[in-house]
């Protein structure tokens, strides 16, 4: 009878994921229970320019998406989000995302738009 007890209790995700999120939330940022994003920069910007914009996208995408910054595009994975500031790549394709430097508000919210747009085709492919 208790086993029986303990298993339906188990069984409602949804009541225990709002009593337990908090506390690994605490510890831990919640987005690593997301599915991560890569973040490719492919620019012409100098080192340090680049640099400073992987820790302006970073810190400004952090508490929302799960994302590594990477230096090349996955092989054999969908994951990833390419930005550029080079108006000469495909800007229709769906993992690309053209920028100006110096990053302005649009700019912004372009890139958050993208990274919504794959983190919702990451989860229809789950």
């Known amino acids: 009878m208790k ?3 303990n298993q339906v209790m188990l069984e409602q995700e949804e009541f225990l994921i709002k009593k337990y999120l908090p ?3 605490y510890y ?3 987005t690593i229970y997301e599915p991560q994003i890569e ?4 620019s012409d910007l100098p080192f340090l320019v680049r640099e400073g914009l992987k820790k302006r996208l970073q810190g400004q995408f952090e508490e929302r998406f799960n994302l590594k910054m990477t230096e ?9 989000l390419v930005i550029t500031n080079m108006p000469s790549l495909n800007e229709e394709a769906k993992n690309v995302c053209v920028i100006e430097s110096p990053l302005r508000h649009g ?3 372009l ?3 993208k990274l ?3 983190l919702e085709q990451l989860y229809r492919e789950k």
Not at 72 to 80: G, R, T
């Open 3 to 5: 086993d029986e007890s």
């Open 23 to 25: 506390l690994f939330s």
């Open 28 to 30: 831990e940022s919640s």
């Open 39 to 42: 973040l490719v920069i492919d």
């Open 72 to 80: 090349s595009v996955p092989e054999n994975q969908d994951n990833y």
């Open 107 to 109: 700019d912004f919210q």
């Open 111 to 113: 890139i958050e738009k």
């Open 116 to 118: 919504a747009e794959k």
